[in-house]
């Protein structure tokens, strides 16, 4: 009974407002007031302040952009409530946008002050916005439509594209903590968001791109190829188009001793024959795989040259190994440097023959 009547206490206490429980519960408020903010930027501005903008999310009516700059992100969401005509909700952001400045000076506050409001969550999406601003780049979309719609559409179509993987705040933070480096997908500041591979993050702070083919073997190496595309040559010279469906990776370290001297990145790739030879041979099928196989390797070799150059492990390949061979495992994790460790790319390939061809 005691338990029972300290719990009704307590409801009573937050429902009348007192001063101690103050902030836990919003205030009440009509739906019409409000302004449902879904995409959220975060700016370097100066030496000192930051610059946030904040953008709802339909397309089906004019969407309204405000910003506004403050030393701390929290001070600048503040701020923005003056900016709008409605009461601006920040519980319903679901896209983080970083520009490359403030990115190249460091994440982390930007990444704690999701972790901390009680309003924002860690399934947001994360994006860094290459050669321009997270205000230009949500501005620019919202000329014709919003960033929030371009933003989902190209979360949406990553399997199709094979154009860039989601990631969420949750997925760098941990990374970050666990192997002091991570990845998140870059947009261009233009009205489409346009994919432009992925930012490194290096101990909090922007370190380089990985653009390209290197885009494309981060992709392979964590199995994100739903819809890749790669044309080669049979050997009768015709142009052949093999669609990527699958792609599983293995990291096997390498010893000299007790020493760790480098990693094995091994892919088995799948693909189906999609345009070209209608009725392969074996001799064919099997220089096709062999092809496909160098394709693929030569890619995640070029991701991996990132991580040595970089000296980064932003792919995550210490802890791959550590899985592989958990009685390593404090040697493995025992420090993040890629700089001194030879990294090779390996793949293998296995091509079936699409139903047109099997008739």
């Given at each position: 009974m005691k338990r029972v009547g300290l719990l009704v206490l307590t409801l009573m206490l937050l429902l009348t407002g007192c001063r101690r429980y103050a902030g836990i519960l919003p205030y009440a408020r009509e739906i019409e007031d409000m302004?449902?903010?879904?995409?959220?930027?975060?700016?370097?501005?100066?030496?000192?302040?930051?610059a946030v903008t904040a953008s709802g999310g339909s397309s089906q009516e004019e969407t309204e952009v405000v910003s506004s700059r403050a030393g701390t992100i929290s001070a600048a969401v503040l701020a923005l409530q003056g900016e709008g005509s409605s009461y601006l909700y920040f519980g319903h952001v679901t896209q983080l946008l970083l520009g490359e400045g403030l990115a190249r000076r460091g994440v982390m506050a930007s990444l704690d002050y999701v972790l901390r409001d009680v309003e924002?969550?860690?399934?947001?999406?994360?994006?860094?916005?290459?050669d321009g601003t997270a205000a230009r780049a949500?501005?620019?979309?919202?000329?014709?439509?919003?960033?929030?719609?371009?933003?989902?559409?190209?979360?949406?179509?990553?399997?199709?594209?094979?154009?860039?993987?989601?990631?969420t705040v949750k997925d760098v933070l941990a990374e970050l903590d666990r192997q002091g480096a991570s990845f998140l997908p870059a947009v261009l500041p233009d009205s489409g968001l346009t994919a432009a591979g992925y930012g490194i993050l290096k101990d909090g702070a922007l370190v380089?791109?990985?653009?390209?083919?290197a885009a494309l073997g981060v992709n392979l190496i964590f199995g994100r190829v739903d819809a890749d595309v790669v044309e080669v040559t049979a050997l009768d010279g015709t142009r052949t188009a093999l669609r990527v469906v699958g792609a599983a990776t293995s990291v096997k370290p390498v010893w000299q001793g007790d020493t760790l001297t480098g990693l094995k990145v091994h892919c088995q790739v799948e693909a189906n024959l999609a345009e070209g030879t209608a009725m392969p041979d074996e001799a064919t099928l099997t220089a096709l795989e062999e092809e496909l196989a160098c394709t693929e390797a030569g890619r995640m070799a070029q991701a991996l040259e990132l991580s040595r150059t970089l000296d980064a492990d932003y792919l995550g390949l210490r802890h791959s190994a550590a899985f592989r061979t958990p009685w390593r495992k404090e040697a493995l994790l025992g420090e993040n440097g890629m700089a001194g460790l030879t990294l090779e790319a390996t793949a293998q390939a296995a091509i079936q023959r699409s139903y047109h061809a099997d008739g």
């Open positions: 302004e449902l903010i879904r995409t959220l930027g975060v700016d370097q501005a100066g030496e000192d302040e930051v924002m969550r860690l399934e947001t999406a994360l994006y860094l916005v290459r949500i501005g620019a979309a919202a000329a014709d439509g919003s960033a929030t719609d371009r933003l989902e559409a190209l979360a949406d179509d990553a399997g199709l594209t094979a154009g860039s993987m989601p990631r380089g791109w990985a653009e390209g083919d």
